[in-house]
């Protein structure tokens, strides 16, 4: 982020990606949404490492997800769950596709998500805490 | 002018670190190029996303091409080693003695590879891990194979001291207590004593042999930048070497680049417990299967877990399923099977000149998976578990292939010299070099090679080997 700002997509794209967050994250007892946690702020992070050409497929899909109707993403989302029992004869030409829809939007949502950041002004429960995870290693303190 | 170096080391990793080691020990001018970032014990990224996104290439996320696996490397200096859980198994007579079948080489031997183990890990912190370091996760892994009749063994990492109270979860993302045996606290600080310059952040476009030096072409913070070596050693795995090779456009001299890739496949079972597991919690690794039908049947079963994204990324679904799954995280046990696989998968450049892994599962490793995620379920209804799932999605640790060892350029890269066939001043030393997936991990062994390798070249620099069975050796 630059100043505030998403240096590698739109607002159009960051909108597509709170879209389908919501859905693959919704609000559910103690789960804060995907959007309400402002996690998406940390999405330059996240992405700046990867290949290009894969930010820009990101992208073009973010799009996307902005204007078609949440049926259609539901509809999606069901589909690529189901990558796996595509009948056989397809299999071939419409797993591997649906497989990297499925590994694309979830990691990026869930990494985001798990990551822990929340927005200053957010009031939710951190995601980490609704999950209960703590970890710690850290050197010895000097006696 | 130029300044030329004697070696150029492209990669950071198990392998190049330990060469660099013993060749600038031995006064030699080694600079070493690395793509990733240089972190230390107090630098390391704080959480897991961090982590993915500045410890390894493209984020932990470069898949196959039918999008069934995920490969898991690291890119950062001191490689995969950064990142992996540093479990050092010397290679049984199983995979030595295929390794000789397979490459024609004699050194593959339990007698000529014990020296070679022997000098590697005296530069290593080895702990077996004992019953005191086991978590909840491994006690039932331990009660599990016990009521069912099956061997186990205790895991035999590189660590220091990970004191009381720690979770080893964190070190996946590297280890802040300067405890885990990665390259960047062993044989990377040898190294740097003993004159070793890193280049980090320098990503490697293309290696071009010349008659009299190697030139590396690449880009170091947005900018070109070119430097030259005497010897250029490749050491940048299995993925990265095997992709310099394609780039330089040697596919058509070495029909053996790119073929055979393998990768230990493995899949991750869940199984929910009403009691809380923790299985994130402490040595989240400690334990093995050590049954000898498992070796003979092609797989074995370690007791694993992973943090929050991991495991989010294994159950198939979304919504309020996803989130009925991660509620339970601190019920889930988990077993991961490893498939010793049999058939190769290949790699190609892309038209774009991105690297394609092809490696589809196999009906012959389908078979492995399964009998081993049967063996899963069996463990984890034996403990009373009251729902298990096996993640659809495979993971692949352990990247080997693709520039193979041997005797003839027809059907190998590199030759009993580490040297790539028809170019004198090209070696490779890495995982990449490996004729066929071993079945036990293979850091250790990656060490091993390259010490052997180093001994190579120094021989042929005409510097003494103080090793006398080595000297025998290369005499005769």
Redesign the interface.
């Known amino acids: 982020m630059k100043l505030g700002a998403s240096e590698l997509f739109t607002v159009r794209q960051l909108n597509g990606l709170q879209r389908v967050g919501d859905l693959l994250i919704p609000a559910n007892g103690n789960f804060p949404a995907f959007s309400a946690t402002g996690c998406i702020e940390r999405i330059d992070d996240l992405m700046g490492t990867a290949h290009p050409d894969d930010v820009r497929d990101l992208g073009y899909l973010l799009l996307a997800l902005n204007y078609l109707p949440l049926f259609v993403i539901h509809w999606l989302l069901n589909l690529m769950s189901r990558a796996e029992q595509v009948p056989a004869f397809i299999a071939p030409f419409i797993s591997p596709l649906l497989r990297q829809l499925n590994v694309g939007l979830k990691g990026v949502v869930f990494s985001l998500y798990y990551s822990g950041y929340q927005r200053v002004t957010s009031t939710h429960t951190n995601t980490l805490a609704v999950i209960d995870y703590q970890v710690h290693c850290a050197p010895d303190q000097p006696h | 002018m130029k300044r030329m170096h004697d070696y150029i080391i492209v990669g950071s990793g198990a392998s190049g670190s330990v060469l660099a080691r013993y060749l600038t020990q031995a006064g030699a001018d080694v600079l070493m190029l690395e793509a990733g970032k240089r972190f230390s014990?107090s630098t390391f990224p704080a959480?897991?996303?961090?982590a993915?996104?500045?410890l390894m290439w493209?984020?932990g996320?470069d898949?196959s091409?039918?999008?069934?696996t995920?490969f898991i490397r690291g890119?950062v200096v001191g490689g995969s080693t950064i990142i992996n859980q540093c479990l050092l198994d010397r290679f049984d007579d199983i995979a030595l003695n295929d390794f000789r079948t397979a490459t024609g080489l004699a050194f593959f031997n339990r007698q000529t590879m014990t020296r070679h183990y022997d000098t590697v890990e005296s530069n290593l912190s080895l702990h077996y891990m004992q019953k005191n370091d086991w978590n909840r996760n491994a006690e039932l892994y331990v009660d599990g194979f016990e009521k069912l009749g099956l061997e186990w063994a205790p895991l035999r990492r590189g660590q220091k001291d990970c004191?009381a109270?720690?979770?080893?979860?964190?070190?996946l993302g590297g280890?802040?207590?300067?405890s885990k045996q990665s390259m960047l606290e062993t044989f990377l600080p040898q190294a740097e004593k003993s004159g070793l310059t890193i280049l980090p952040e320098f990503e490697v476009a293309e290696v071009v042999h010349g008659q009299q030096f190697v030139t590396v072409h690449g880009r170091r913070q947005g900018h070109s930048q070119s430097v030259y070596g005497r010897q250029v050693i490749l050491a940048a795995g299995a993925l990265g070497t095997t992709q310099l090779l394609l780039k330089a456009g040697l596919q058509q001299r070495l029909p053996a680049l790119g073929n055979n890739f393998y990768c230990h496949p493995q899949w991750m079972t869940v199984g929910f417990f009403n009691e809380t597991v923790d299985s994130?919690?402490g040595a989240f690794q400690s334990v093995k299967s050590a049954d000898p039908r498992f070796r003979d049947w092609g797989f074995k079963l370690e007791n694993v877990f992973a943090?929050?994204?991991a495991m989010?990324?294994l159950k198939?679904?979304?919504?309020?399923e996803?989130?009925h799954f991660?509620?339970r995280?601190?019920n889930m046990a988990c077993i991961e099977v490893a498939v010793r696989d049999q058939d190769a998968g290949t790699l190609r450049l892309s038209n774009?000149g991105?690297l394609v892994i092809d490696k589809p599962l196999s009906d012959g490793d389908r078979q492995r998976a399964d009998r081993g995620n049967r063996i899963v379920q069996d463990i984890f209804n034996t403990l009373g578990a009251y729902e298990t799932m096996t993640s659809?999605?495979q993971l692949a640790l352990h990247l080997m292939g693709g520039c193979g060892i041997g005797t003839h350029a027809g059907n190998s890269v590199v030759n009993e010299q580490f040297q790539v066939h028809g170019l004198p001043r090209l070696r490779i030393a890495d995982s990449s070099i490996f004729p066929n997936a071993p079945g036990i991990n293979p850091s250790l062994s990656i060490m091993a090679l390259s010490h052997r390798a180093a001994e190579t070249l120094l021989a042929e620099a005409g510097v003494a080997i103080t090793s006398s069975p080595r000297k025998q050796e290369l005499q005769a």
């Open positions: 014990a959480n897991e996303m961090d993915n996104a500045q493209n984020g996320m898949l091409r039918d999008a069934a995920l890119k004191g109270g720690n979770d080893c979860m964190v070190c280890c802040p207590r300067k994130h919690k943090g929050p994204i989010s990324l198939p679904g979304y919504g309020f996803h989130q991660m509620q995280y601190r774009k991105r659809p999605i």
